[in-house]
DNA sequence: CGGTGTAGTCAG
DNA sequence: CTGACTACACCG
């Protein structure tokens, strides 16, 4: 708890870097230069002889949807990053989410998946990633949300208060630029810190798949004028409930942050470009009600 | 009996 | 919009 008041405080005097990528420059070891040495040809006769049976293999290859694409985590039962990229047109239209319904994804193996019971009864409500509001213009894209390896348990004011806004502003951004990226996920976050001081990540899980319950939500926005990138705005959000009194802004953190906490590089073909701040080219106000 | 499917209600 | 939950029909 310590840590979410501390996050509050602390995500405003972030360092705010967009677009800016250093690589740290470690001293080259002798070990690293012989590795250079190495021919391709032979290090292919090296991974043949020890990984004889296959290169092990996380499952985390993007799979592809109607109109979302993501990566998954095999062992959280939780997706790592779902990607959209939507313009005004993909939120309109007659797909209403009474005819989809929540379903394991059978491209997972069900030894990697989560299902509806790890959810009910639980405490936590299945929250989109990919949001169902996104898809109104086609029904299959919007069934395809359902999927839980689009879903991450949530704290369910979370998600019908905060992030619900949330999604409704990225929406809106679709009225003003000529398409919006958004890739949204997880996170799980140090929060606790034990008697000597050491840093904690402790998180629940729910069911007998024991999905990981994220401490954290986070959606990076990258906005395009004319194809060409203008604006990205990066959040992490605290998965519980936030009074109405905080602002968007209050969780911006650079992209840098989000990258090395994740662990994801997201824009590896986005090279060079200055973007501005998603939040000094628009209000970034979340609407208290729905429009 | 337990699991599935749907429709309606309730709440943030 | 975001969801859960309940009642009831159906089925093997």
Same mark, same amino acid.
């Given at each position: 708890m310590s840590y979410t008041r501390g996050f509050f405080a602390g995500t405003v005097t972030? %360092? =705010?870097?967009?677009g800016v990528y250093q690589y740290a420059q470690s001293p080259k070891s002798i070990q690293h230069q012989y590795d250079q040495q190495v021919s391709d040809d032979v290090k292919e006769q090296i991974k043949r002889r020890i990984l004889k049976y296959g290169v092990p293999n996380r499952g985390e290859e993007a799979k592809v949807f109607t109109n979302h694409v993501l990566s998954y985590d095999q062992s959280k039962k939780i997706p790592i990053w779902v990607a959209e990229c939507i313009t005004k047109e993909h939120a309109q239209g007659n797909a209403n989410r009474k005819y989809s319904k929540f379903m394991p994804d059978s491209q997972i193996l069900s030894l990697f998946s989560a299902d509806n019971q790890d959810y %009910? /009864? &639980? /405490?936590w409500s299945r929250g989109h990633m990919a949001p169902a509001g996104n898809n109104k213009h086609d029904q299959r894209a919007m069934d395809d949300? =359902?999927? %839980? &390896?689009?879903i991450v348990p949530q704290d369910m004011d979370n998600n019908s208060g905060f992030w619900n806004r949330f999604e409704m502003y990225c929406r809106h951004l679709t009225k003003r630029f000529d398409s919006v990226q958004i890739f949204s996920g997880p996170l799980v976050l140090p929060t606790e810190t034990d008697e000597k001081g050491q840093k904690l990540v402790v998180y629940p899980v729910i069911g007998k798949n024991e999905v990981a319950v994220p401490t954290h939500l986070y959606k990076i926005i990258l906005v395009e004028t004319n194809g060409t990138p203008s604006a990205i705005g990066c959040f992490i959000v605290p998965n519980q409930p936030i009074e109405n009194k905080y602002s968007l802004t209050e969780f911006q953190v650079s992209l840098e942050e989000i990258q090395r906490r994740i662990g994801v590089e997201f824009f590896p073909k986005l090279d060079g470009t200055r973007l501005q701040s998603l939040c000094s080219v628009d209000s970034c106000t979340l609407t208290r009600r729905q429009g």
């Open positions: 972030t %360092l =705010f870097a967009v %009910l /009864g &639980s /405490g949300t =359902f999927y %839980l &390896s689009n």
